[in-house]
Nanobody, 127 residues
Framework: QLQLVESGGGLVQPGGSLRLSCAAS????????IGWFPQAPGKEREGVSC????????YYADSVKGRFTISRDNAKNTVYLQMNSLKPEDTAVYYC????????????????????WGQGTQVTVSS
């Protein structure tokens, strides 16, 4: 069974940090681009970061640039999202997704190219 499982969410104060993990089972992430998609209540799922399958090309939305870092450990079949300087507006359920990109150096922050999704992990930033 092909599955992605997110973990690492929680409650954190503004300015704090969390590291989210996205672990794959049933398939290897080596050939997949990975994206992170937070979804706040009443809003659409919107990509904030992605990483390509081969050379680790990354992309960050302006809202998280300089605060979030995406990385992958193919040996552990896991992708991470390090989130620093968290803000209340970062509060959302964070989903990771895996998809086969057109090119190995490409990744996407839109929903449609991704085939596999995790169940999400809640991130709450509040004092």
């Amino acid at each position: 069974q092909l599955q992605l499982v997110e973990s690492g969410g929680g409650l954190v104060q503004p300015g704090g940090s969390l590291r989210l993990s996205c672990a794959a089972s049933g398939f290897t992430l080596d050939n997949y681009a990975i994206g992170w998609f937070p979804q706040a209540p009443g809003k659409e799922r919107e990509g904030v970061s992605c990483i390509s399958s081969s050379d680790g090309t990354t992309y960050y939305a302006d809202s998280v640039k300089g605060r979030f870092t995406i990385s992958r450990d193919n040996a552990k079949n896991t992708v991470y999202l390090q989130m620093n300087s968290l803000k209340p507006e970062d509060t959302a359920v964070y989903y990771c997704a895996a998809g086969l990109a057109a090119y190995s150096y490409v990744c996407y922050v839109i929903v449609s190219p991704y085939d596999y999704w995790g169940q999400g992990t809640q991130v709450t930033v509040s004092s």
